[in-house]
C-alpha cells in the first residue's frame, strides 16, 4: 500500500477542485451575511498563508485566534496547519488571567482577533510574553487604536497578498496541526494538541452513516463555537465533503439561528443543550420552517428528555446527543439508534437517545472500577476511559498528564454506566464539576475563593439543575461568629476574579457544612437537603 500522508491540505484541494462552487454561508453581524464559494475561499486562504508567512510564520509556530464562527476563522482553520503551523484556538469565554496563561502557555507569536473583541482584548496585551504581532478580523480595515506596535488590518493583509501558495507536500502526518485548552476544571487551563492524522481522520469519522454522516448534499451550520474543540471537527469535515456551511457569526440568539435553519435549509447542525432550549422556546413562539434538518447533535452537558421528545415528536427532527470532550477531539459516542430498536416502544427509544450513544468507529471506551471493566447492566458504574487515533496522548507541557494518561488510555473523570445495548450514559461527574450550557465550572475554586472573605468561615458550592444552563452553581455558606455579609456583597466580591458566567446564581447561608469522616465537605449530603431548592430561571 501506498504510505501517503494523512493531511489537511487534500481537503483544501479536494473542495477547491470538485466543488468551487458550493458555497460558504458566513454572518459576520446581524444584517451582514457574505456568500463564498469554495474557489475563492481557497484562494483567501492561500493569501492569508502568505500575509502570515511575511509576519514570520514557520513551521512550528503557534498562531492564535480569538474569535467567532465565520469564514475568516475558518480561513485560519487551513491556512495555519496546511503551512506548517500550529493553531491554537482561544476560549474567549475563559477569564481574562486564564487568557493569559494559554497566550503565554502555547507560546503564541500572531494572533487573530475579530475586531468586536479587541476592546476586551486589549487589556491582557501588556501581559504576553511571546505575541509579535496581531491582525483585527472585520468586515473593513480600519484598525483599532492600541498601545500595541504590530497591530493589521486582516483585509488589508489579504489584499496585498498573493493568492499562490504552496503548501508544503512533506509535513508528517503526525506533526502538531492545532491546540485547544480545556476549560479549567481546576487549576489552569490544560492544553491539547492535534495532530494532522488525528483530525483528518476524525473528519472521515463524522462522514460515517452511523456517526453524523455528513456529507456533500448538506447544509451544515455548527453552532458549537470554533474555538470550543474545533466546532466539534465540523469544519475541517465539511470543507473535504465539500458541504454547504453556514457559519452564524457572533450571534447565537435563537430567532437568528432559527432564521438561519429557514432561510438557508439547513439540514445538520449541532450545538450545548442550553443552545436547543432557547431555540425550542422562540420555534414555540414563532415558527419557522425547519423541516429541512435532518438531524440536530446535541452534547456538552445532559439533553433533557423534554428537549429531545419535543424536536422527534413535535417537529420530527432527530435530536442526537453525543459524547467528547477536549482530549478526544471530540467525537467518541453518538446516540443513534440501531436496526434493533426499530420495534422498541417510544419510550424506550427516548430513554437510548438520552445516553451519550455507541462510540464511533476505530475508538476503544471502557467503563471500569476497581474490580476491572463493569458488566452492561445499566446500574454499574465506573470512570469512562477511551483511547483511540484522534485521542490526545497528553497534556501540552503539563505534569497533570500523569493523572489523565494511563497504560495507553484516557482516563475521563466522568462516572458512567454502560446499556446492555452497549451505551454509554454518564451519571455523574468526580470532583463535584458544575456544568453550565456546556461549560465547566470548578466548585473548589469558587470555594477557596469565598472562603478569603473576611466574614466566611466555610463555603461549599454544589450544582443546582437549572432550565435554561442545566446546572449553575449554588454557594453554601457559613459565617464566621459574629461577622455579617450578605448574598449581593459575597457574589461581587467574587466579580474580577472569575468569568461572568461562574458567578453562584445564589448564596444560602447554613448553620454547619456536613462533612466525611476524615473532615471533607460531604457534598452528596448538600445535594440531598437542597433537592427542592429552586433557582431563579
Known sequence: ?????????????????????????????????????????????????????????TRGTKVGSFAWNHHRHLESYFAVPCAGAILHMINIRLSPEHIIYVINHAEDEILLIDGDLFPLFEKAIPFLKTVKHIVVMQDNKEVPKSSFPNVYSYEQLLEEASDEFDFPEDLDENSPAGMCYTSATTGMPKGVVYTHRGLVLHSLALGLADS????????????????????????????????????????????????????????????????????????????????????????????????????????????????GMTETSPIVSLSNYTSAME???????????????????????????????????????????????????????????????????????????????????????TKDLIKSGGEWISSVDLENALMTHEAVFEAAVIAIPHEKWQERPLACVVLKEGKTATKEELISYLEGQFAKWWLPDDVVFINEIPKTSVGKFLKAKLREDLKDYQLNS
Request: hydrophobic share 40%.
Open 1 to 57: 500500500m501506498m504510505e501517503t500522508p494523512l493531511l489537511l491540505t487534500s481537503f483544501l484541494s479536494r473542495a477547491e477542485r470538485y466543488f468551487p462552487e458550493k458555497l460558504i454561508i458566513s454572518r459576520t453581524s446581524a444584517d451582514t451575511i457574505h456568500r463564498i464559494p469554495y474557489k475563492d475561499y481557497v484562494k483567501r486562504t492561500r493569501k492569508l498563508a502568505n500575509a502570515l508567512t511575511k509576519l514570520g510564520m
Open 212 to 323: 453524523m454522516g455528513l456529507r456533500e448534499k448538506d447544509v451544515v451550520m455548527p453552532v458549537v463555537p470554533m474555538f470550543h474543540v474545533n466546532a466539534w471537527g465540523m469544519p475541517f469535515a465539511a470543507v473535504n465533503y465539500g458541504t454547504t456551511q453556514v457559519l452564524p457569526g457572533p450571534m447565537f440568539t435563537p430567532g437568528l439561528l432559527l432564521d438561519l435553519i429557514d432561510q438557508e435549509k439547513v439540514t445538520l447542525t449541532a450545538g450545548v443543550p442550553t443552545i436547543w432550549l432557547g431555540v425550542l422556546q422562540e420555534q414555540e413562539k414563532n415558527p419557522r420552517d425547519i423541516s429541512s434538518l435532518r438531524a440536530v447533535v446535541c452534547g456538552g452537558s445532559a439533553s433533557p428528555k423534554g428537549l429531545i421528545k419535543a424536536f422527534e415528536e413535535k417537529y420530527n427532527v432527530p435530536f442526537v446527543v453525543g459524547y
Open 343 to 429: 420495534d422498541w416502544s417510544a419510550e424506550e427509544k427516548l430513554n437510548i437517545r438520552a445516553t451519550q450513544g455507541l462510540p464511533v468507529p476505530l475508538l476503544n471506551t471502557e467503563v471500569v472500577n476497581e474490580a476491572g471493566g463493569v458488566p452492561w447492566d445499566g446500574q454499574t458504574m465506573g470512570e469512562l476511559r477511551i483511547r483511540g487515533p484522534w485521542i490526545a496522548s497528553e497534556y501540552y507541557k503539563d505534569e497533570r498528564t500523569l493523572d489523565a494518561f494511563k497504560d495507553g488510555w484516557l482516563y475521563t473523570g466522568d462516572i458512567a454506566v454502560v446499556t446492555p445495548e452497549g451505551y454509554i450514559k454518564i451519571t455523574d461527574r
